[in-house]
């Protein structure tokens, strides 16, 4: 399957607990989290969904959750990849003292990964790669996770064409933010397309 998503998580626990059999999300946490980062009015609550139908919200809505130790907000305005989208991301990341945050935009359509990872708030990674383009951005010490892409590339070889898939690579990195990718399930076998969100509408 071809991937879409455009997404932020903080965590200040291991990933493997926080997002384990039975979490549930705050509603009214998660309502706040939501509302603290948009405008005020700007978000109305609008019923419930798991993460595999929020991964690339309809621009005019957005999902988030607030779990025990760890924040996720889903927003294709993350896709945008300008200052909002950073200011955005930046946000999330300070969402929660401590956390780790990784931010992940993938699109087919565009064959491009961008990865952003803080730590207690402070941006450490920041990449933005393209099957087109090649290496857009790449900013800060690289992540165990994404060494094995760079192999090539650090040997010499031109980055374009991109010598990795785009695409490949963001779903290792999101192994970084939930401890296991996007699509595997964990040693209790939860199942993290099944994460319980709020959805919430822009107005």
């Known amino acids: 399957m071809a991937w879409s998503v455009a997404l932020a998580c903080a965590t200040t626990g291991d990933p493997a607990e926080v997002f384990g059999t039975g979490v549930r999300t705050d509603h009214g946490a998660a309502a706040r989290f939501v509302r603290a980062l948009y405008p005020p009015g700007a978000v109305t609550e609008a019923g ?84 087109q383009d090649g290496v857009v951005v790449d900013q800060g010490d690289r992540l165990p996770a994404e060494r094995p892409f760079w192999k090539a590339l650090d040997a010499g070889e031109p980055d374009v064409p991109l010598p990795f898939s785009p695409e490949e690579y963001g779903l290792a990195l999101s192994r970084c933010m939930f401890g296991r990718g996007l699509a595997e399930r964990g040693a209790d076998g939860s199942l993290l397309l099944e994460l319980p969100l709020r959805r919430f509408k822009l107005n």
């Not at 309809?58 to 990849?81: H, K, S």
């Not at 909002?84 to 300070?94: E, G, I, Y």
């Open 48 to 131: 419930d969904t798991v993460l595999d139908f929020a991964l690339w919200p309809y621009a005019d809505e957005v999902f988030a959750g607030a779990f025990d130790g760890a924040v996720l907000l889903c927003d294709r305005g993350l896709f945008r990849l300008d200052e909002d989208a950073r200011r955005l991301a930046d946000n999330v990341a300070a969402a929660l003292p401590g956390a780790h945050c990784g931010v992940l935009v993938l699109h087919p359509v565009v064959s491009g990964c961008w990865f952003r990872w803080y730590e207690s708030g402070r941006l450490r990674r920041d990449v933005f790669v393209t099957a």
